[in-house]
């Protein structure tokens, strides 16, 4: 157990332990993540935590004090709302995440349909299989029932599927642009045809793809329609914290009108601390966060995010292809924004990315089918070399041992795969989590299988 701090330290040697404890952290600046960090350079990074510096200590719980965080905040959905084709009726709310911008988006539909259809007692939700998460925790907080719809050939969500898992008790569709797994658009506006034809409301998840996709239509590259200019679409989740580069702990959450916002509010007036009123579930607020969205906008605009955006689709096809040439390599499906996964028929990948991992890349594996998962952004620019070198060489490593590499991922993926039982999968990783987050703690399966 660690003591209690008696004497605090000196403002030097704080610093300098929190530089020694993050120098084995993942290499995001020197793109060898490829998640968790969205990273545009220095500039935009500077400009960013000099905007959230200004805001650190404000709060927008209360925007009646903080006036001006209520003015950024409505500024930044609106700029939002106008990337997405909405109009003087698009409302929002800025949230801590994508995951908060599903978990409000969900509750708001599921406390409507309460008011709208008092008669449906069991709610249920239509969803892709490839829909982030999130929903899946949305759910599980919020006492929804997810239907899950099954994917075509090209990893977009099987419309047909999709409108016959329809049923009296549906509420709510859902698609993703990009979908996080494959990082190919789901179908938006079939399926907003279909959220009108059975009276539903459709969630579109833009939280990746809202601040590349509306650019890479511009720069010429195939992206269907897939905001407010659907008709059907209803709400859009955009993570400002991602492809937007502000500070972390921000994401837009935007309404086709202010009836729809008006049931993700939460008030309580009899509360002896006073009237109170929350748009989201946090209580407390950072403005920081707020003012570092708002001025990565400011600050990048248009020209600039065409120019990252760009920059992601160069780098991105030197990647597919050089994977794609790789005779025992192949990428999933077409996907048009930097978001991408390979699998293989002949080797297991999860040993390949333990190869790689140990050439220092930080690899994200992904299953049904086994595959490795990736996010571009501008810090990969460069790298495309050394990756594809480095991926070579770990498929003729892995062709020649394939024995040495059985145990690490290859044996953690294959027994999660072997167990049928998922319910008994997520308990085995809430333990081997809970393990891993103590003083020390390892993660591991053993001697729970
Ligand atoms: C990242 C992501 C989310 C969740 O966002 P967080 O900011 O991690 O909470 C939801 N949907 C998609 C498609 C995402 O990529």
Not at 18 to 26: K, M, N, S, V
Not at 82 to 102: A, K, P, Q
Not at 183 to 210: N, T, W, Y
Not at 279 to 300: D, E, Q, V, Y
Request: hydrophobic share 45%; net charge negative.
């Amino acid at each position: 157990m660690l003591a209690f701090p008696q004497d605090g330290l000196s403002r030097d040697e704080v610093l300098a332990s929190l530089d020694e404890y993050r120098a084995a952290d993942g290499d995001w600046q020197g793109g060898k993540t490829w998640s968790l960090v969205y990273y545009a350079g220095e500039e935009i990074t500077q400009l960013a935590e000099d905007a959230y510096r200004k805001y650190f200590h404000t709060n927008a719980l209360n925007p009646f004090v903080f006036q001006s965080l209520k003015r950024l905040e409505t500024e930044t959905l609106s700029m939002v709302a106008s990337l997405f084709h909405g109009d003087d009726d698009t409302v929002g709310s800025l949230t801590s995440g994508g995951s908060e911008s599903i978990l409000m988006a969900l509750k708001t539909y599921r406390d409507e349909a309460r008011v709208l259809h008092p008669e449906i007692t069991e709610p249920e939700v239509v969803l892709p299989i490839s829909a982030h998460a999130a929903f899946e925790k949305a759910a599980h907080y919020f006492g929804l029932k997810l239907i899950h719809a099954p994917l075509a050939d090209d990893y977009r969500v099987d419309i047909a599927a999709v409108e016959s898992l329809i049923t009296p008790n549906t509420i709510l569709l859902v698609g993703s642009t990009p979908q996080y797994p494959h990082g190919v658009i789901d179908p938006i506006e079939e399926l907003g045809a279909l959220a009108l034809k059975h009276g539903l409301r459709l969630h579109v998840d833009a939280c990746l793809g809202g601040f590349t996709l509306p650019f890479v239509r511009e720069l010429g590259g195939e992206v269907p329609p897939f905001d407010f200019a659907v008709p059907g679409v209803t709400s859009i989740s955009a993570d400002l914290h991602k492809y937007a580069f502000a500070a972390k702990g921000v994401s837009a959450l935007l309404y086709r009108n202010a009836d729809i916002r008006k049931f993700q509010y939460f008030a309580y007036g009899n509360w002896p601390g006073g009237l109170f009123i929350s748009p989201s579930a946090t209580g407390t607020r950072p403005g920081g966060a707020i003012a570092s969205a708002w001025a990565a906008l400011k600050f990048i605009g248009q020209k600039g995010y065409l120019e990252i955006t760009q920059s992601i689709l160069d780098t991105t096809k030197k990647l597919v292809d050089g994977i794609n040439a790789i005779d025992e390599l192949y990428v999933l499906g077409e996907p048009p924004a930097g978001i991408f996964a390979f699998a293989s028929d002949t080797l297991n990948v999860h040993a390949l990315a333990d190869i790689l991992e140990h050439k220092g890349w930080v690899i994200d594996q992904q299953v049904n089918p086994s595959n490795l998962h990736f996010m571009v952004t501008p810090a990969h620019a460069g790298v495309e070399e050394p990756f594809l070198r480095d991926l070579r060489e770990s498929v003729e490593i892995l062709k020649a041992h394939p024995e040495d590499f059985a145990a690490g991922s290859a044996a953690l993926y294959g027994m999660s795969a072997a167990i049928p039982d998922p319910g008994i999968v997520n308990q085995f990783i809430k333990e081997a989590y809970s393990r891993f987050m103590t003083l020390g703690g390892e993660f591991s399966f053993e001697g729970l299988v």
